[in-house]
């Protein structure tokens, strides 16, 4: 049964009258389809599929399986492709400390190429859909395991405490690679319950000095996704409404940019995680230096393989205090620019 529900869901991909092979209503693809018929900037000759665009063996399955193929052999996890990001889910238990078999009905990461920005292009599409897209592909379907728009509807309007759908893979950055993915990003495989505060200080913040490093370094990769405590079961979100699971709310995100190194010899890191509650964000004193942490720091609270051409005691892995990527006021997006520093830097990146 679950061979023939996959079988015609990829039907409806493959006849979609759509330039690619896009699910018309959620924006999924063929993990496997060629990156450049969904990335514009990708050559056509490029052999690389769009899975491995995305992710060039940065995230990996947790036994060291490439995380290229929709599902890994044991069926336990799902990966969803979109034209601008990927976005890992496990269907088996819920990987939290004391969680048991609770379904987090949240990624467990999603992984992305940041191109620098099109400085020919208008900027940042304003639309935004009325609802945000539900999965429909199988084998994530069903009430125990993938969220809705409405699993994430807010019992308050107050910004300071209300959850929002946040985006993992920001819509300004994802629609870099084209205005289809920029649609398709307002989709619960792309978010997890953010506090409206946290959604609109810190972490934009963050997202906005990742547009900007792409700018400089022609391009990053981010992989991104929840923490949670490893304290007892998750908090989930009470809806009361039926629709869908209980969606687990992190305690804390986590961002990895990633860039290669000069003259391609391995990746230099940066990473984060924030908090979701913090008493700088009302009184806009953080700086993100204070979220820097180190890329193992990250593996010991992520269920995956990360960068796994970084060894555990490799310098680049536990480093945590090298200053941050230099960037100027002019290679910030003019949206983010409250963000950028008051004056250009001094030095270069190195």
């Not at 896009?22 to 993990?31: F, I, K, Q, S």
């Not at 601008?84 to 269907?91: A, K, M, V």
């Not at 995680?273 to 979220?291: C, G, K, M, N």
Request: hydrophobic content about 40%.
């Amino acid at each position: 049964m679950r061979v023939a529900i996959i079988a015609l869901s990829l039907t409806l991909i493959t006849t979609a009258p759509s330039a690619v092979e896009r699910h018309p209503a959620t924006g999924e693809v063929d993990c496997a389809l060629p990156a450049h018929r969904a990335v514009p900037r990708v050559a056509e000759g490029d052999p690389r599929s769009l899975a491995v665009f995305h992710n060039p063996g940065l995230v990996m399955r947790r036994n060291g399986a490439p995380l290229t193929r929709t599902t890994d052999r044991q069926g336990d996890d799902y990966l969803a492709c979109f034209d601008g990001y990927l976005s890992w889910f496990d269907r088996a238990d819920g990987d939290v400390a004391g969680a048991g078999s609770t379904r987090l009905a949240v990624p467990h990461s999603v992984v992305h190429f940041v191109p620098p920005r099109d400085q020919s292009a208008a900027g940042e599409t304003q639309a935004r859909p009325t609802r945000w897209l539900s999965l429909v592909r199988q084998p994530l379907v069903g009430p125990d395991l993938s969220p809705t728009h409405d699993s994430y509807r807010s019992t308050t309007a107050n910004p300071t405490t209300r959850w929002e759908r946040g985006h993992l893979a920001q819509k300004a950055l994802v629609e870099r690679i084209s205005p289809d993915a920029g649609r398709f990003s307002h989709s619960v495989a792309n978010a997890v319950p953010q506090v409206g505060l946290f959604n609109r200080t810190a972490w934009l913040d963050l997202e906005c000095r990742t547009g900007a490093w792409a700018n400089r370094f022609g391009g990053v990769w981010v992989i991104t996704g929840p923490v949670f405590s490893a304290a007892g079961l998750p908090a989930t979100l009470a809806t009361g409404r039926g629709r869908g699971p209980a969606v687990a709310v992190p305690d804390h995100l986590f961002k990895l940019v990633v860039r290669q190194a000069n003259h391609g010899a391995g990746w230099q890191v940066l990473a984060f995680i924030l908090p979701q509650h913090h008493t700088s964000y009302a009184d806009r004193s953080w700086v993100l230096e204070q979220f820097r942490v180190s890329l193992n720091e990250v593996r010991w609270q992520v269920p995956a393989t990360l960068l796994p051409t970084i060894a555990w005691n490799d310098p680049v892995a536990s480093d945590r205090d090298s200053p941050l990527w230099d960037v100027e006021r002019a290679e910030f997006d003019p949206a983010c620019r409250r963000f950028a520093p008051t004056a250009p830097t001094s030095r270069r990146s190195r």
